[in-house]
T-cell receptor
Framework: GQNIDQPTEMTATEGAIVQINCTYQ??????LFWYQQHAGEAPTFLSY????GLEEKGRFSSFLSRSKGYSYLLLKELQMKDSASYLC????????????FGRGTSLIVHP | EPEVTQTPSHQVTQMGQEVILRCVPI?????FYWYRQILGQKVEFLVS????????KSEIFDDQFSVERPDGSNFTLKIRSTKLEDSAMYFC?????????????????FGPGTRLTVL
């Protein structure tokens, strides 16, 4: 079976740094996506990790360790508009390109 | 920047009625998907479509569901006889023809969704 775990909810202060973790156990792995989803809206692509290590893109960075089945999304200089759900999704489970999504982590940024 | 579009944004229907949800994928993309998200729950895969046929489908995608690409731009999801539990946000997504893993061609781009309410 496929299992993707993320914390349900996190809170942080504007201007701070927050790390959202994701662990996965899947039968196969191609890559790991992070998506941002504001309430009532579509998921929007943030990052895609295939190889181990850190990928940095502006205020957002994503890390992957395939041997540990672990990833994190790092958000720096938090802004109020970063309040959203962050979805971890894995492709390659069972040899498929279809992403299997976690339940998402609801991030609340307060002043 | 090209984007996936979906219509309608909201659809209210009576139980047992048929609904058709429409999507226009990004023009140079070749793989198309439907997902649903019940309020407060995770995004769930329904079906993928490539080369005018279904390539994968989930257990949710039973005989009540069908997909079609009626022309070169539209991609539709039909629910023949809606049930209360079909109430959800339905997202269409598309991606490039990325045969090799590891490329950003694996990335799926989502449309804004259709909120379906079955009464």
């Amino acid at each position: 079976g496929q299992n993707i775990d993320q914390p349900t909810e996190m809170t942080a202060t504007e201007g701070a740094i927050v790390q959202i973790n994701c662990t996965y156990q899947t039968s196969g792995f191609n890559g790991l996506f992070w998506y941002q989803q504001h309430a009532g809206e579509a998921p929007t692509f943030l990052s895609y990790n295939v190889l181990d290590g850190l990928e940095e893109k502006g205020r957002f960075s994503s890390f992957l360790s395939r041997s540990k089945g672990y990833s994190y999304l790092l958000l720096k200089e938090l802004q109020m508009k970063d309040s959203a759900s962050y979805l971890c999704a894995v492709t390659g489970a069972g040899g498929s390109y279809i992403p299997t999504f976690g339940r998402g982590t609801s991030l609340i940024v307060h002043p | 920047e090209p984007e996936v579009t979906q219509t309608p944004s909201h659809q209210v229907t009576q139980m047992g009625q048929e609904v058709i949800l429409r999507c226009v994928p990004i023009s140079n993309h070749l793989y198309f998907y439907w997902y649903r998200q019940i309020l407060g729950q995770k995004v769930e895969f329904l079906v993928s479509f490539y080369n005018n046929e279904i390539s994968e489908k989930s257990e949710i995608f039973d005989d009540q569901f069908s997909v079609e690409r009626p022309d070169g731009s539209n991609f539709t999801l039909k629910i023949r006889s809606t049930k209360l539990e079909d109430s959800a946000m339905y997202f269409c997504a598309s991606r490039e023809d990325g045969r090799t893993s590891g490329g950003f061609a694996d990335t799926q781009y989502f449309g804004p969704g259709t909120r379906l309410t079955v009464l």
